[in-house]
């Protein structure tokens, strides 16, 4: 069996949603996905791609992706990449394409002189977590995720006027 890591294609796109709505389920959080196509696509392939993504293949059909994005080390002064989504078809893992998607990242990163290459995972997730620490990850326990979405965004937002 062949396994190929490539650049998403805007063709991809519909398999790109297939994957998130995929792995969505999988973290049971399928309630939370609002991506469709056009916004997706505008975000992916338009005229300011927001993020990449890798496609997983083998035999010439996709069985995963990788999505990620560059963000910034402030202590390093240098660009690193964030991994946020890696799924890969149940009926095709063990095979190796989470590994293979995950090194062609780390490629990714050192060849644009990225310091580090980051992802979250849920606390659950044991056989993610398995295959990360493989490969020699390791847990940021001391840091926790914030988050601001929504209506307690908007509010933040408003505020910006009154201080500016």
């Not at 991994?83 to 893992?93: G, H, I, K, N």
């Not at 644009?112 to 398995?130: Q, T, Y």
């Amino acid at each position: 069996m062949t396994l190929t890591i490539r650049p998403a294609m805007p063709d991809d796109i519909d398999m790109i949603i297939s994957f998130i709505r995929a792995l969505a389920d999988y973290e049971k959080l399928s309630h939370a996905v609002k991506a469709d196509r056009a916004t997706l696509a505008h975000y992916l392939f338009g005229p300011r791609p927001m993020a990449e993504v890798l496609m997983a293949e083998s035999g010439g059909a996709a069985i995963g992706f990788a999505l990620f994005f560059h963000n910034f080390s402030t202590f390093e002064g240098r660009p690193g990449l964030y991994l946020e989504d890696l799924f890969v078809q149940p009926d095709s893992r063990g095979v190796g394409a989470g590994r293979a998607l995950l090194a062609r990242l780390a490629q990714i990163a050192l060849e644009r002189d990225c310091a580090r290459l980051e992802w979250s995972v849920l606390d659950w997730n044991a056989p993610a977590i398995a295959v990360y620490r493989a490969i020699g990850a390791q847990p940021m326990d001391e840091w926790t995720v914030q988050r601001l979405d929504g209506d307690a965004l908007r509010a933040l937002a408003a505020t910006a006027a009154i201080s500016v």
